[in-house]
């Protein structure tokens, strides 16, 4: 399973981004996608999740409301748009892939992440 991360940048706090995270290397169906990131000094944060086979969706409670999380079954392709963002939203994205529904803290896979600046 390859991970491929993409639209980071540096973006005024009150805008948006939206990340985008391109899988390959498999076939069976059941697994899930998660978007996660980690601030310099801070442990790494789970943000938002989506089940490929379910549809199931979650979030962290530091981001409902202000990030989406979508998929493109066709390519294989997840999205995390990000509205309203703030300076403390600074850190490196990452995607990751489970094998299953759910997300858990440590993935099977991960990509090699982007990075989104904040700035005040």
């Known amino acids: 399973v390859q991970l491929v991360e993409s639209g980071g940048g540096l973006v005024q706090a009150g805008g948006s981004l939206r990340l985008s995270c391109a899988a390959s290397g498999f076939t069976y169906d059941d697994y899930a996608i998660g978007w996660f990131r980690q601030a310099p000094g801070k442990e790494r944060e789970g943000l938002s999740c989506?089940?490929?086979?379910?549809?199931?969706?979650d979030y962290a409670d530091s981001v409902k409301g202000r990030f989406t999380i979508s998929s493109d079954n066709a390519d294989n392709t997840v999205y995390l748009h990000m509205d309203s963002l703030k300076p403390e939203d600074t850190a490196v994205y990452y995607c990751a892939f489970v094998w299953g529904r759910v997300c858990p803290y440590s993935m099977d896979y991960w990509g090699k992440g982007t990075l989104v600046t904040v700035s005040s």
């Open positions: 989506i089940s490929h086979k379910y549809g199931t969706i």
